[in-house]
């Protein structure tokens, strides 16, 4: 009888629950504040192209090209988005927009706040691979006056209020998108979520952001999708770079959690601009580099300080600590010739000969000493065996996705942590 009770009331409970869900899925709109999170999966830029693994990593590698063209020539600015430039070295979330809900690839990139994506009737548009999203073919969309005190610093209009609507003008540094801001019903894995504004690009820098439909910011200003949902927090695991078919999860809201032990936190650095982290040294193996303890601050000026960016492939480190990097792997491999790669460091291997085994790099931030297994900080090219770092003069260093791969990775956004932990992504 007992057990009877039991199961009755198990399955009462069950039926609650999915009484409750669906209830939650309809009503998502009205009770935002109750946002419960979504599960969403990321897709690999790119994949839908035949790349080889040549020109997997040089796609990925022409925005660091132009960074390092325009890094010495500009001049730090403290508020904007870390640079982005086309290349298949990107993970794309799928967002539903309008009603009906239209799908797109956008770049889910943690070093920026602003969604948008391209917009009929397009001015300067590059070409993407789902149809162009068109207000007026929506019956959800907002618009939004350019005397928005919101969103002051980005709104510009040529007409007085209230008859002119807020156009904007976003740059990342070397790439840019144009439209008007605008608010939308967004649909995550059936959840809705009305209201979310976003840029309905007109006109953007083409040769930057092509493989996508635009940009999805994960940052921390007020803006980025985070904070517009109000997440507490948000996780991803990161597959292996080169398993470009696999998909990876990203998790917004409660959900986001870490499984297991294993997991290390460190806080992130009190500015609100990036995720800033404060990393105080880098080892390999129990070779502990001398790297000046000024290499990764964040200075008054805004510049230097080191972030983690989901939309950066990468990792850029500061010149003097890259050098020292450089020079511990340069230490470490000795019998085979150096050769020029797309990378600054490259070795070139025998065919068919596997690469020598280097112990793991360590980047000890505040409080957490994060892993970095050789397959996350070497990369094989075809014959070639380089160092998949570059240098970044002496302005912001940056923890690209290729140094992510296979971790879970949780920005706890209300704590002001990052959480990680390792997992073999590709099995998850
Ligand atoms: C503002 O947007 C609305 C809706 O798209 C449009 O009807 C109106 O003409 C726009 N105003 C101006 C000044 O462009
Ligand atoms: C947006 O700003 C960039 C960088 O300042 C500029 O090159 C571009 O022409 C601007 N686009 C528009 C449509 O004004
Ligand atoms: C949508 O959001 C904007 C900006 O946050 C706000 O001003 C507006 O009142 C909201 N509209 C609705 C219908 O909730
Ligand atoms: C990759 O393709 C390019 C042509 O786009 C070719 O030149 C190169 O040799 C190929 N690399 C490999 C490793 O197959």
Redesign the pocket.
């Known amino acids: 009888m007992q057990t009877i009770t039991k199961k009755n009331k198990l399955i009462l409970s069950k039926k609650k629950m999915r009484t409750l869900l669906i209830m939650l899925i309809f009503f998502a709109p009205l009770i935002l504040s109750t946002f419960t999170g979504v599960r969403t999966d990321l897709t690999r830029a790119g994949s839908n192209q035949k790349l080889?693994?040549?020109?997997l990593i040089h796609h990925a590698m022409i925005r660091d090209k132009f960074r390092h063209t325009n890094l010495y020539s500009n001049s730090p600015s403290i508020t904007s988005p870390v640079r982005k430039d086309s290349s298949f070295g990107e993970y794309l979330m799928t967002l539903s927009i309008g009603t009906p809900a239209l799908k797109y690839p956008a770049i889910a990139d943690t070093g920026s706040d602003l969604i948008w994506t391209q917009c009929q009737p397009c001015k300067s548009c590059f070409e993407q691979s789902t149809t162009f999203y068109d207000p007026s073919k929506s019956s959800t969309v907002g618009i939004i006056p350019c005397n928005s005190h919101t969103y002051l610093n980005l709104c510009t209009g040529n007409y007085p209020p209230p008859l002119c609507n807020c156009t904007y003008n976003y740059t990342y540094g070397t790439g840019w998108t144009s439209g008007t801001l605008d608010t939308e019903k967004f649909t995550f894995n059936q959840v809705q979520i009305p209201n979310i504004t976003f840029g309905c690009s007109t006109s953007s820098d083409k040769r930057y952001f092509s493989g996508s439909s635009g940009l999805v910011g994960l940052g921390r200003g007020p803006l980025s999708l985070i904070s517009q949902l109000g997440a507490t927090k948000f996780s991803y695991r990161l597959t292996s770079f080169f398993d470009i078919k696999s998909t990876s999860p990203l998790f917004i809201g409660p959900v986001a959690t870490l499984p297991g032990n294993g997991m290390k936190s460190t806080s992130f650095v009190n500015n609100r601009n990036h995720y800033y982290l404060s990393l105080k040294g880098i080892s390999i193996g129990n070779m502990a580099l001398l790297i000046p303890s000024s290499s990764f601050a964040l200075k008054s000026d805004g510049s230097g300080g080191f972030i983690i960016d989901s939309g950066t492939t990468y990792t850029s480190l500061q010149i003097e600590a890259y050098r020292q990097v450089r020079k511990a792997i340069s230490s470490l491999v000795k019998n085979l010739p150096t050769t020029v790669g797309q990378f600054d460091l490259c070795y070139q291997l025998q065919s068919g000969m596997p690469p020598p085994s280097l112990p793991n790099m360590v980047l000890h931030f505040n409080g957490a000493d994060m892993e970095l297994p050789d397959s996350n900080y070497m990369i094989m090219?075809?014959n070639l065996w380089c160092l998949a770092m570059t240098a970044s003069g002496n302005l912001m260093s940056i923890l690209g996705n290729y140094q992510q791969q296979n971790k879970h990775i949780l920005y706890d956004v209300a704590n002001e942590m990052l959480s990680f932990m390792s997992a073999l992504c590709d099995k998850l």
Do not use: K, L, S
């Open positions: 080889n693994t040549t020109e090219d075809g």
